[in-house]
């Protein structure tokens, strides 16, 4: 079969492939090919898609090797023709129509027209011409090192990889037409590293030509350019639960880690966690809750699946958060405990820079990123009002894969509306190590000697242990899931009593612990302003002098507890849930001698 496609799915191949004794594909798509860095990016995606088909299946593997599956990619803007022509012992087939090579496309759950020649001299000859034409014209090979290899190398790109006496190809890189429905949904972000490759590769009058040494040049330019440690972190980790592999950046991790190393993870973790004791202020809420984070983010790479699979259920997906939210004072530990969590799943612990959190933006990472976590540092509240908010109530993606979000703020972001408590996991930092003191600079020095020291052995023990577990189809409590694998592996490898922040914890836990930072800060002021507030048979009013402290206040309230009448300096609560939230209630209901009290107050 040779096939003339340009919308496809890759996953296509793998099944033809076990019918057909012979099979060649041209790939291509009109819509990406309008700029030089676009059309890396494609070819780039296309060959990461066919390297983690082929990965696993020996009899497609062995085809690509022995040449019998040819795959080839477009290099210009060609007819949006969509061709099949089938020979064999049975005779010779042409199919053509709007079917491209997809699954949904043959599936019979869209609306396809098809036409069929069935042994037709004429029509053979014509579309055999046609065919022929067009991959002579315009496209240029992909390698059989490019999907065999394993992993992604700009050596791989199909324009970049021709022969040394090759003449060289042209790529049209004219205007784009204009955005489909799909692109203006999900607008993908072109890599950093082809930033600027319209300057190693001009394109004159619409066409870019590529010979032996701007190919060489371009190469070595994006190389230079790729992501670096901390600066340009591009990653993307996808899941096989099938196969029980896990892909990092084409690399596939060892699950079966050695035991000394797991322990000796274990063990650099436990020291980590032991510095917050030389914190001011609840240091160990803070040890519970930063464990409780370490949770959530370690089942990141499966949360995408645990709320797609309720979606398909109908269930809740709220219990699922894709975001996740560490806020509060300075010098708290937000930061390191983010760059130290990632340095122990993937042995990298960059952020991303702050400008790419935007609505547009954030949408093509989490596509490029798949299922490796997206972190951002120290968020301002402007750039998290105008952009965050939309985000986090976006809870019906309808991806197969993608992140779950890191943002670590300061406590100048002190309010979240419920819209936000909801969806995100929050956690207010209220306990911190004065930057002034010895211990400080000694925690600093450990927690830079612990990343150095800190490998993933922890962290692929406990995707493989994850992996098993999540083969049982059921609804799950995602923090009592992940926090019940990470005691276990924690309690076989600690020596002597596991410290008390070290448990199994769930969403009913957080739900209950989530409002600490206003509830409070509501007993603070019934301490310290007893005289604002204000008891009257089933409500409490609450009056502030400052309307801005009042706004912020409600809006970190849960909406439950507050009733009717709420305006201008005044809140109004339901006593009976006020009492239940914080345990007890301002103005208790007096006595007889109380109410003499206050009617005979100043009295003589």
């Known amino acids: 079969m040779r096939v003339l496609t340009y919308s496809n799915s890759v996953s296509m191949i793998g099944r033809a492939a076990e019918l057909l004794d012979r099979m060649e594909i041209v790939f291509g798509c009109e819509d990406v090919i309008g700029s030089t860095a676009a059309y890396f990016q494609f070819q780039e995606q296309l060959i990461k898609e066919l390297v983690d088909e082929v990965r696993g ?75 022929e034409r067009i991959k002579a014209a315009s496209t240029t090979s992909i390698s059989k090192r490019a999907v065999l290899a394993g992993g992604f190398s700009p050596e791989h790109l199909p324009a970049l990889s021709f022969e040394e006496d090759s003449g060289g190809i042209t790529v049209a890189v ?52 790729s992501r670096t440690e901390g600066a340009n972190p591009e990653e993307y980790l996808s899941v096989y639960p099938e196969s029980g592999e896990v892909v990092v950046s084409g690399v596939v991790l060892d699950l079966e880690p050695e035991k000394p190393d797991v322990a000796r993870d274990v063990r650099l973790l436990l020291e980590y966690f032991r510095g917050y004791e030389n914190f001011r202020g609840d ?81 093509g990472l989490m596509v490029q990123n798949k299922r490796y976590p997206l972190a951002f540092d120290d968020l301002d509240r402007t750039r998290f009002n105008t952009h965050a908010v939309a985000l986090i109530k976006d809870d019906y993606l309808t991806l197969d894969e993608y992140p ?55 962290y692929r023990e406990y995707l493989r242990r994850a992996l ?65 507030w204000k008891r009257d048979a089933s409500k409490v009013v609450l009056r502030l002098a400052d309307i801005h402290d009042l706004r912020k206040l409600k809006k970190d309230v849960p909406d439950y507890l507050l009733a009717s009448g709420s305006r201008g300096n005044a809140l109004v609560f339901e006593a009976r849930d006020l009492e239940e939230f914080l345990g007890r209630l301002p103005l208790e209901r007096p006595g007889l001698s109380g109410l003499l009290a206050r009617l005979f107050k100043g009295r003589g």
């Open 174 to 225: 004219g205007k784009p037409p204009a955005p489909s429905v799909v692109h203006k949904v999900i607008v993908t972000r072109p890599s950093r590293k082809y930033e600027g490759m319209s300057q190693v590769i001009p394109s004159r009058n619409g066409r870019a030509n590529i010979d032996l040494q701007r190919a060489s040049r371009a190469i070595r330019y994006i190389k230079s350019n």
């Open 283 to 363: 240091a160990k809420k803070l040890a519970r809750d930063y464990f409780t984070f370490m949770a959530w983010l370690y089942a990141g790479p499966f949360v995408c699946d645990l709320r797609n699979a309720a979606l398909s259920r109908e269930e809740h997906v709220l219990d699922y958060p894709t975001f996740g939210i560490l806020y509060g004072k300075s010098n708290c530990g937000k930061s390191e405990l983010v760059r130290t969590l990632l340095v122990s799943m993937f042995q990298r612990e960059g952020f991303l820079k702050n400008e790419w959190f935007t609505r547009t933006r954030m949408e």
């Open 468 to 532: 098993v577990a999540l083969r049982e189809e059921r609804s799950r409590d995602i923090l009592a899931f992940s926090s019940e694998i990470l005691h276990g592996i924690f309690a076989e490898h600690c020596e002597g009593e596991l410290p008390a922040w070290c448990r199994i914890t769930s969403m009913a836990d957080y739900e209950r612990s989530k409002h600490d930072k206003v509830r409070d800060e509501l007993l603070q002021l019934m301490r310290h302003a007893p005289d604002a």
């Open 404 to 458: 779950v979000t890191v943002l670590s703020m300061n406590a100048e972001q002190d309010t979240f509306g419920t819209e936000v408590r909801k969806r995100a996991l929050i956690f207010y930092t209220n306990a911190s190590l004065p930057d002034h003191v010895g211990e400080s600079r000694k925690l600093a020095s450990d927690v830079r000697r612990t990343r150095r020291e800190l490998g993933n052995a922890l």
């Open 57 to 131: 299946k020996d009899a497609l593997e062995q085809k690509i090797s022995s040449g019998d599956v040819r795959l080839y990619v477009a290099t210009e803007t060609v007819n949006h023709e969509k061709l099949f022509l089938l020979e064999g012992e049975r005779g010779r087939r042409v199919i053509t129509g709007s079917a491209n090579f997809s699954e949904r496309a043959f599936s019979g759950r869209q609306n396809e027209s098809y036409i069929c020649f069935e042994d037709d001299p004429e029509a053979w000859e014509y579309f055999d011409e046609k065919y």
